[in-house]
């Protein structure tokens, strides 16, 4: 945290990038010159500016759980004598003043009872009269009682308002003192979405929130429960799913491969098949932004049983999306994904999207190692009979398919996903007609 504290020996305006000017705990006498004012005069102020930058850190591990007094390392920054704050559960257990910079102290939390305790830290200087503050430290703390075999768990999750749109990620751990593992169910808004065995280590539950309201998260395990609420707060852009005419919608949301059910994969009647997975280096992963994703590899495989072409589809038009990255590449020719028979339907490699009818083709290029979503959409043959191609959001391509053409498959079949290639699948969805 930068403070500056700026005294002026004239109370005239002045402008002056004073970045260039100081550095941290120096103090500096500047000598500006004021342009011509209105009258044709000019003047020079001086004025002196003191930075200091603020800041706390700690290694502390909120990860273990704690019996006894408990060391809590600090490393206080700023060369100035500060008062640290200590709290648990809001209540001050202490404070400490220092002059110390850059180098490692402790604070003793004396014993807690048995459960979830947070603990927040941070520390206030006086500069020439003003009060500043660093930033703070926030940690729930696992303590532990002998003999007290009650469950903990603990989250560091503190937001009441969420954008809409936005994707939650709420980082929690549960600690069960009789075993090393945990049945766990996740309920958003008294509606169970998850069943999960977990470990003791963090654990992460993400969902996006695409409708504005008022949300609770509860998170339970061995009859202790913990609750989390918030508000999605309405976005000025409305960017909602279609929904009309719906007919597959699957996405790799809020799953984890600590799931009871972490092997199911479901939209209605349409239930994916997948085999070959072993849910640890493949399964429900976190992909470079914290999403969660279907990590296709080595020999898994996902079948799902829906034919996008069972029927032409030039009487209502079609939609279908694809959110998808690919990795580690060998063969750029190696068909990742298809939904193909008789040379009709939709194939995608690693580098590569194409969707094929009786006498029409659309192709587009994407690239590797990054996250691509590809939508087809073709219009009804009682329109202009185009076919669009859009990657992210952008349409790249189109063609115009003749008013005989067909697009139904004559052996229908359903889609299949991997190929001993590195496919991240986020979501999947058809529309029987052109969104």
């Known amino acids: 945290m930068e403070r500056d504290q700026i005294h002026r020996l004239h109370s005239d305006q002045y402008s002056e990038d004073d970045d260039q000017h100081c550095a941290d705990g120096h103090f500096h006498d500047l000598h500006e010159h004021l342009g011509r004012h209105i009258y044709g005069n000019s003047r020079t102020i001086n004025f002196s500016i003191t930075v200091v930058v603020l800041t706390v850190s700690s290694t502390f591990d909120d990860s273990v759980a704690y019996q006894g007094p408990i ?27 220092t002059s110390v910079s850059g180098r490692q102290q402790s604070f003793t939390i004396p014993q807690q009872t048995h459960g979830e305790h947070s603990f927040r ?11 500043v503050r660093s930033n703070e430290l926030y940690f729930e703390i696992i303590c ?15 937001e009441t308002e969420v954008p809409q749109y936005s994707t939650v990620h709420i980082g929690y751990s549960v600690y069960d003192p009789a075993s090393m593992t945990a049945a766990v169910t ?7 979405v998850s069943e999960q065995t977990v470990g003791r280590t963090k654990q992460d539950y993400s969902m996006r929130m695409d409708t504005v309201g008022d949300y609770t998260i509860e998170i339970e395990s061995g009859g202790v429960t913990r609750s989390f609420s918030f508000t999605v707060t309405e976005c000025a852009i409305k960017i909602e799913a279609e929904t009309e005419a719906l007919a597959l919608y699957l996405s790799s949301q809020g799953r984890s491969n600590n799931e009871n059910e972490r092997g199911t994969w479901n939209y209605g009647d349409i239930a994916a098949e997948l085999s070959g997975f072993n849910y640890a280096s493949d399964g429900w992963q976190k992909d470079a932004d914290g999403s969660t994703v279907l990590r296709v590899a080595g020999d898994a495989r996902v079948n799902i049983p829906y034919q996008i072409f069972g029927s032409d589809c030039r009487q209502t038009g079609k939609t279908i999306e694809l959110e998808f990255a690919t990795r580690t590449v060998m ?10 028979s ?6 995608l490699t690693a580098q590569q999207v194409k969707l094929m009818s009786e006498q029409s083709e659309i192709s587009m290029q994407f690239k590797e ?13 009682s329109e202009n009979r185009l076919i669009y191609c859009y990657i992210n959001g952008i349409m790249s391509g189109t063609v115009q398919y003749p008013a005989s053409d067909d697009f139904a498959q004559t052996s229908p079949v359903g889609i299949s996903i991997g190929s001993n290639r590195l496919v991240f699948i986020r979501g ?5 007609h052109a969104n």
């Open 144 to 158: 532990l009682e002998t003999l007290n075999m009650t469950p903990i768990i603990t989250s560091s999750f503190r």
């Open 428 to 432: 999947i969805s058809t529309l029987s």
């Open 121 to 131: 830290c941070w520390f206030e200087a006086d500069i020439n009269g003003s009060t």
């Open 331 to 340: 063969n750029y020719d190696a068909v990742i994904l298809s939904c193909l």
């Open 369 to 381: 190692n990054e996250h691509v979503r590809v939508a087809f959409v073709v219009e009804k043959r």
């Open 342 to 347: 008789g040379g009709r339907g939709i194939f």
């Open 71 to 97: 060391i809590f390392p600090y490393t206080p920054v700023g060369n100035i004598q500060k008062t640290m704050h200590f709290l648990i559960d809001d209540r001050e257990i202490g404070s400490a003043t």
């Open 186 to 192: 996740i309920r958003l808004n008294d509606r169970q």
